[in-house]
């Protein structure tokens, strides 16, 4: 069946540091992933997305990586800082007509001062 | 600014007692959903609407109702409640422009049902 998994629960940093969230998805019909962040009392916060038909894209401080071939998305968060941290979702669509989204369970990133 | 607002954002209620929490968004967004999020499991959807008075199911929709009256509106509906619906629950929206675009969430809204 469709899911969407993470393959770290947490992740800790110092700051400064770069950090990578990893995202595993087995179905190969989705075609659009997003990544989100998650605040403590806050819902999920867009980070940046990214379409089947690339392969990386960038924003401030981010990148996103999906490899198709392996089903794989990765976050990329440089020069982490006390700020980012927050759970971290991946979401994927699996191409229907819905927009319907799955999410993964989420990671926990810690950045230490 | 560009919102979605749920509210209320806390409710402590009783079985059975009929509630309804309120979603509007202003962004003129045609898609709307609803999930809950429950620890292990992540964001489940619940309902979603992809226009005004279209509606559909999500993954759990049993015990839950929604209408979809007005664009900006998403009311998300607990006839009867029951302690298995004890969650945090959060509303989206975003454009339908006939390619993916990224869901924008309200900042939830917690439900206890004793």
Redesign the interface.
């Known amino acids: 069946g469709e899911s969407v998994g993470l393959h770290l629960p947490t992740l800790s940093v110092q700051e400064g540091d770069n950090s990578i969230i990893n995202c595993a998805y087995s179905n190969s019909a989705s075609d659009y992933f997003i990544w989100y962040k998650q605040e403590s009392g806050k819902g999920p916060q867009f980070i940046i997305d990214i379409r089947s038909n690339m392969d990386k894209r960038q924003g401030q401080r981010v990148t996103v990586l999906l490899n198709k071939t392996v089903k794989h998305l990765s976050l990329q968060i440089a020069a982490t800082q006390p700020g980012d941290s927050a759970v971290y979702f991946c979401a994927e669509n699996s191409g229907g007509s819905n927009y319907k989204l799955t999410f993964g369970k989420g990671t926990l990133l810690t950045v230490n001062p | 600014e560009a919102q979605?607002t749920q509210n209320p954002r806390y409710l402590i209620t009783v079985t059975g007692k009929k509630l309804t929490v309120t979603c509007s968004q202003n962004m003129n967004h045609e898609?709307m959903?609803w999930y809950r999020q429950d620890p292990?499991?992540?964001?489940?959807?619940i309902y979603?609407s992809?226009n005004v008075e279209v509606t559909?199911k999500?993954d759990v929709p049993e015990g839950y109702k929604v209408s979809r009256k007005e664009k900006r509106n998403f009311p998300l509906i607990l006839e009867s409640p029951s302690p298995n619906q004890t969650s945090l629950y959060?509303c989206?929206s975003?454009l339908?422009t006939g390619?993916?675009q990224?869901?924008?969430?309200?900042?939830?809204t917690r439900l206890s049902i004793l």
Do not use: C, E, I, K
């Open positions: 979605v898609y959903s292990g499991l992540g964001l489940r959807q979603y992809m559909d999500g959060f989206a975003s339908m390619t993916n990224p869901q924008h969430f309200g900042d939830g």
